[in-house]
């Protein structure tokens, strides 16, 4: 299997080389082979390229079978045109490999759970998947113009944008607890309505699956009053953005999240849910478990290792169980990234 | 002063009526002249006149220097077309009355700090004033259409838009503690772009405020985890609906947090935050703490009234340190909505 590896900006190359050497192991130990190629994305890819997202990096995602990235942005792109921004670089993979699937999962961990801000009976046992539509609405509607005296962005979606979208979501349900949570504002935007009938819809063919049609204000007060009443939460993709980040809070580490953006055929990019923190960056001590669990998403949907996936995942929730934590989550002799790292590897011998 | 009373739906009669009577006791005891005069809006409106806000509404709050508002909607209006849903009334109102500033303030009471589904030591103290944007963005920009293969919503800002809810914030954060925390998707919107813009502007004529840009993914994470950051949040419409729904779960109860949505010449609309509960309404269990705040936030921002207005936030917040509270607040003996009022009263004498 070809693996891009975007590394990125901030302390993506830190966690993102964590994952890789994680990867190598698992492949040693079940007998595959992975080749990864890594390129530059982002920040980087700017000051090298001018481009956030240069030919080279185009060509290899398309050569590979997945792609593997670290995090990109940072305070020093933040003033370029939008076209030379970080960000740009991101927004640009999605849309141009169609990865329209965005999953991420929040799971609270119970040694974790101390370290959220939410009282420890509503934090724990929380389990949910939140998928959004990753390449519509008003990220890339246009006309999105800007001068000094009016602005505008338009947020359009199309029946066969949210058809397929809406389809994963009940694919994933069928695999988890057979509920969702789809999220509009259908008393307020014309897209809202659209999205809310197309779900009913689909809700015909899986009889099985309950789905709940939930305001988006409304899931923001629940995500934190009633986080263990959510299985799956479908959302288009702005409300997605933010209910996502929101709810990420409630497992007590950002640095613990992964990520997963898909398409139908398998492709798909993995990422850490966390930023670039390029305060801590080259520092060695940043958490590398959110990338390594991406890592993990990336052989559950797009090589299809269930097993070696579930060994991952074992090896880290294990690492902490074990008492070993980086910097982010205790003060008491955290362990560095790749110490830490260290310690899955060996869990994974 | 003439105050046009729109009970609404559900609840909203009986915590309208609780509001009602603690203004009469404060023109009592101060010695001013409340005329009400009561009229219908949402729900109740689309079943009398098929009109979610009829004529006769709009001329009397025309004659009017404020409104009470209780809440609107309900499933029994929800498959309403959208022109005749409860909450058009809600949204022609604010529109109609230019009504561009929407003021919500969050504060932890500490006798109810307990029922926040965060730990003490992150909600306590919380005191936050969210400034958003009513009149604009994605709830009126046009197009906004749907058929059956495809939607389109439409967000649209211009620059005296902007600028006059950002000196809005200004205003009120000179007031208060200087800090405001403005609320943008700067790295995706066009709208954030000039937003950002004016803000910088503003904050040139306010050299003592100070004033953080933030993501709405990022906030939407913060005022979970730090909340006591925040003291004025300034944010566009939609942006605004989500994270003051948000935010309305620190202190614990939804009960207890009233809302302005004012212009520039002090007319307003006065509105708790929560809405029309229909599965308790008429049953005099309904807490009307938020709509009594209202009534105080009424007497503040129309009527410049503010020993009156301190005199019912006094009463209020006192009753609830009496050890006086409703069925959404205790098990234990709860007081029903008259009761609980006439407690207020007592302390308004
Ligand atoms: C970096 C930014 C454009 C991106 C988004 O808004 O989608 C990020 O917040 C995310 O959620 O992956
Ligand atoms: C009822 C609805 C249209 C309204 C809004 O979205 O503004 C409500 O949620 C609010 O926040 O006042």
Redesign the interface.
């Known amino acids: 299997k070809r693996v891009t590896v975007l590394a990125g900006d901030g302390i993506g190359k830190e966690v993102t080389d964590a994952a890789v050497v994680v990867l190598e192991a698992v492949a040693k130990k079940y007998g595959h082979t992975f080749h990864f190629d890594h390129q530059l994305v982002g920040g980087a890819a700017v000051d090298a390229k001018n481009n956030p997202l240069p030919e080279e990096t185009v060509a290899s995602c398309e050569a590979s079978d997945a792609i593997l990235l670290g995090a990109v942005?940072g305070p020093k792109w933040?003033n370029n045109p939008?076209a030379l921004?970080a960000?740009q670089g991101l927004?640009r993979l999605r849309k141009q490999f169609d990865l329209f699937a965005n999953l991420r999962p929040v799971k609270a961990v119970s040694t974790l759970i101390q370290s959220s801000?939410?009282?420890e009976d509503?934090a724990k046992d929380v389990d949910m998947m939140i998928v959004r539509e990753l390449t519509g609405g008003?990220?890339f509607?246009t006309p999105?113009?800007?001068n000094?005296?009016?602005?505008?962005?338009?947020?359009?979606?199309?029946?066969k944008e949210i058809e397929r979208i809406v389809d994963k979501a009940f694919e994933i349900a069928m695999k988890r607890n057979k509920r969702i949570t789809s999220v509009d504002?259908a008393?307020?935007?014309?897209?809202s309505?659209?999205?809310r009938?197309i779900v009913d819809e689909k809700k015909a063919q899986y009889p099985e699956v309950e789905v709940r049609h939930q305001l988006?204000?409304?899931v923001?007060?629940s995500?934190?009053?009633s986080p263990k009443d959510f299985d799956v939460i479908l959302t288009e993709n702005?409300?997605g953005?933010?209910?996502?980040?929101?709810a990420?809070?409630i497992t007590g580490s950002?640095g613990l999240l992964p990520s997963a953006s898909i398409r139908s055929d398998g492709f798909g990019m993995y990422e850490p849910v966390h930023g670039t923190a390029p305060e801590i960056a080259g520092q060695n001590i940043a958490n590398p478990a959110a990338a390594i669990l991406s890592a993990a998403m990336m052989l559950t949907y797009s090589f299809d290792m269930l097993e070696e996936a579930k060994a991952i995942e074992d090896a880290v929730y294990g690492t902490f169980e074990d008492g070993h934590f980086t910097g982010d989550l205790t003060k008491d002799n955290p362990l560095g990234t790749k110490e830490w790292t260290e310690k899955v590897l060996q869990r994974l011998q």
């Open positions: 942005g933040d939008p921004r960000e927004l801000p939410l009282k509503i008003v990220y509607g999105s113009l800007y000094d005296e009016e602005a505008v962005d338009t947020m359009p979606y199309s029946r504002k008393n307020v935007l014309a897209t309505r659209l999205w009938q988006v204000d409304s923001a007060m995500i934190i009053t702005m409300f953005d933010i209910l996502s980040d929101e990420s809070v950002l």
